[in-house]
């Protein structure tokens, strides 16, 4: 199941090859081959078990798990039951001895408080163009599927954050709680880093949506009014199509931390398509409990979701024809989709008919969702201080409000003045922030979390703090651990002049860079919203959570997902999701060639 390390000839020749030329400034061919002896190579030396001991394999939760999900993620591999749930740790991407967590005096230098104010504060918003603001919607929606790391310890000795003499901090110091410990942690462990827990299921598995527990799952199943379990297999919504409030005021979700209108738009739209999707398995299985129709019904969301991250939200950030190629081949192989279509799989191969469908593989290391790709996807940037809502029907203005007026339970007051089709075309119509240095969003430099916690905090800091604490490597060690060139100067490292007088004024050596500001500073290819470093990062996990999955591999068959399940996925994209549940929208959408591009403005 995990073989033996190696890179193979491709991967051994491109290494040689990108040691003087990047892939991306190669001809189209041969980019798009540099692009799968990269992913080769990353999959054999970049996964990375952070488990001494076998973990005790967990109670079944009384379904088939051979025909669905669990609710805790668990039985996702039968051979190893455990991987994958709930409450199990996170992996690294880089080797363990390098992931020791700083501590003292080189954790706080520079300090995470200097790094937000001088590198990260928005002075004036900086728009990515070629988006719209659905896409910082969607990766909020993606990551709380993925991975959190729980609430934070209350008990220990919070740290002390070094603030400017002429910092503005409302307070004489900035404490910031530290990561909760790993519970799980035994006598094997001695000796090696510290792990950290994922606390959500780590599959792809729309678990943002379900839960990731059995008492989460039947609480968004349930009827507020009665209490009673929905009989028919579908989410509860309102008689207006909004999700019920929790005891906060805040909609409910399988998660719904750090709660905005953008994602409570997506969790909308995407109970609403389970129910659709519950309605159409009906037709074709008359004879099935709603038990059934809703565990099938998840399955078919999940991987329609699943299929919109791959080859719609990853493209529209990374524009180029070697990377809608290579997301295109993850989910249908370089054959395509028409061949598909047409064909089906005509090979195990994951080259040729893609990822979905071929035989599962976790490759060098057991499956787990990895610090590092927790880091490299703190794209906080992508969020506008400011929105501006507008009527669908006429373009005229509703509104125009700040980030925390569109927070937490404040998201109700938005759908007092609008509908939800109104939100989703003002956010559809509206830019995200650019991910570059000085394009942090403002309110979240001074932020109040969400009930019940209400601690004011500088996000910015946390970021940068988080990723000291807990062993990610910095910008340049990072780069070398994952076989790239670390800059040797500033001058390297970006190509914005002023940036580099910052980036030196601050840190004074290219060696102490964080990762996070590094991913920042850093000139992307042609194309890309976002830097190389992080996108290496990407293309391995991208793949992973796909090749790993059971229920995307070895169990995406039609015996699992039913004929009209598979065809329910084969059939539909964000724009079709969109126009079946806000018809209205589709004029908005029409001729827009990916859904996360700016839609047209009536």
């Known amino acids: 199941m995990f073989g033996q390390r190696g890179s193979g000839l491709l991967g051994r020749v491109f290494r040689r090859i990108n040691r003087r030329r990047q892939w991306y400034r190669l001809p189209f061919p041969i980019a798009v081959i540099n692009l799968v002896a990269l992913r080769r190579n990353l999959r054999w030396h ?62 706080m230098t520079p300090s995470p408080r200097v790094i937000s104010r001088r590198l990260m504060t928005r002075d004036t918003f900086v728009p990515a163009t070629t988006l719209n603001v659905l896409v910082p919607a969607w990766l909020q929606f993606m990551v709380h599927d993925w ?23 409302p307070w004489d110091k900035m404490t910031v709680l530290r990561s909760r410990q790993d519970s799980t942690r035994s006598s094997a462990d001695e000796g090696h880093p510290d792990t950290f827990l994922n606390t959500e299921t780590q599959w792809w598995d729309a678990s943002q949506i379900y839960g990731s527990s059995l008492r989460r799952q039947r609480l968004v199943r349930t009827d507020p009014e009665s209490g009673e379990l929905l009989a028919d297999g579908k989410l509860y919504l309102k008689p207006d199509g909004h999700l019920p409030l929790d005891e906060h005021g805040i909609e ?23 129910n659709a999707i519950v309605d159409r398995l ?103 201080d400011d929105f501006s809502f507008r009527r669908l029907d006429d373009d005229t203005l509703i509104k125009e409000c700040g980030l925390t007026e569109v927070a937490g339970s404040l998201t109700q007051a938005l759908y007092e003045e609008m509908s939800l089709s109104d939100a989703l075309y003002s956010l559809g119509t509206s830019h995200p922030g650019a991910l570059v240095l000085h394009n942090f969003p403002s309110h979240l430099q001074q932020h109040e979390k969400q009930a019940p916690h209400h601690r004011v905090i500088d996000l910015a800091t946390v970021d940068v703090l988080r990723d000291r604490e807990r062993g990610v490597p910095r910008y340049c060690r990072f780069r070398r651990l994952i076989d790239m060139p670390a800059p040797a100067s500033f001058a390297e490292l970006t190509d914005n002049p002023e940036w580099q007088r910052e980036l030196e004024a601050v840190y004074g050596d290219v060696e102490e860079v964080d990762l996070l500001i590094g991913c920042l500073a850093e000139t992307p290819p042609p194309g ?75």
């Open 46 to 107: 970049n996964l990375y078990s952070t488990e001494r001991e076998r973990p005790q394999d967990p109670e079944r939760e009384g379904i088939d798990v051979h025909q669905f999900r669990t609710a805790d993620g668990s039985y996702n591999d039968l051979a190893a039951p455990a991987m994958g749930k709930a409450y199990t740790r996170f992996g690294r991407n880089v080797p363990p001895a390098e992931t020791f967590g700083e501590t003292g005096e080189r954790l």
């Open 147 to 169: 991975f959190s790391h729980g609430s934070n310890d209350t008990q220990a000795e919070r740290y002390e954050v070094p603030l400017d003499e002429d910092d503005d901090w």
């Open 252 to 274: 409910l979700a399988g998660t719904n931390g750090n709660w905005w209108v953008g994602l409570s738009l997506m969790h909308t739209l995407f109970a609403m398509e389970h």
């Open 282 to 384: 009906r037709i074709e299985h008359p004879d099935r409990d709603g038990e059934w129709l809703f565990q099938k019904a998840r399955l078919v969301n999940a991987a329609l979701i699943a299929k919109i991250h791959t080859v719609e939200w990853t493209p529209a950030l990374l524009d180029t024809p070697e990377l809608r190629l290579g997301m295109r081949s993850n989910w249908w192989g370089v054959l395509d989709e028409h061949f598909y279509r047409s064909r089906g799989r005509v090979s195990d191969s994951e080259l040729f008919s893609g990822i979905v469908g071929s035989p599962v593989d976790h490759h060098a290391a057991p499956y787990a969702i990895t610090e590092e790709f927790s880091a490299v996807y703190r794209m906080h940037p992508l969020i506008p």
């Open 528 to 602: 890309f919203a976002f830097s190389d470093t992080a996108f290496r990062i990407f293309i391995l996990m991208a793949s992973r959570r796909l090749k790993s999955d059971r229920f995307f591999t070895d169990d995406y068959t039609p015996e699992v997902y039913t004929r009209a399940g598979m065809e329910w996925i084969d059939n539909n994209g964000m724009a079709s999701v969109i126009g079946r549940h806000f018809p209205e929208l589709a004029p908005r959408l029409e001729g827009v060639r990916n859904a996360f591009f700016p839609w047209n403005r009536g």
